[in-house]
């Protein structure tokens, strides 16, 4: 049986130079790894889990997101060294109640 973890191992969330706290790994990942979960995809919602909530945007980004089955995945694009922040490219988008 497995056991849920919020982070997989060897991740954390520290301060960010990017902006506020950002996910950070604590060991070398190899490229083209899939680190997780991000986001759960429903007909009216789009439900963040704690992997996906820490992730800071950049143009030059050591992941990707891929969508499958209602999910968002985080891969990584090339190999990132201990201590390095994972980041994506994304965009902004509007929340209609954001007190939900």
């Known amino acids: 049986m ?26 070398h990942i190899g490229a083209d790894t899939n680190l997780g979960n991000t986001h759960v995809i429903t007909n009216t919602r789009i ?16 992941c990707r997101l891929s969508e499958l089955e209602g999910h968002k995945w985080l891969w990584t694009i090339r190999p990132i060294e201990s201590g390095e922040e994972l980041t994506v490219t994304y965009t902004m988008y509007e929340v209609e109640n954001p007190n939900v």
């Open 47 to 62: 439900i963040r889990t704690p992997l996906g909530g820490f992730i800071n945007h950049s143009d030059e980004p050591n």
């Open 2 to 27: 497995a056991t849920y973890r919020p982070l997989p191992l060897g991740l954390t969330i520290k301060p960010s130079d990017i902006d506020g706290l950002g996910l950070f790994t604590m060991m």
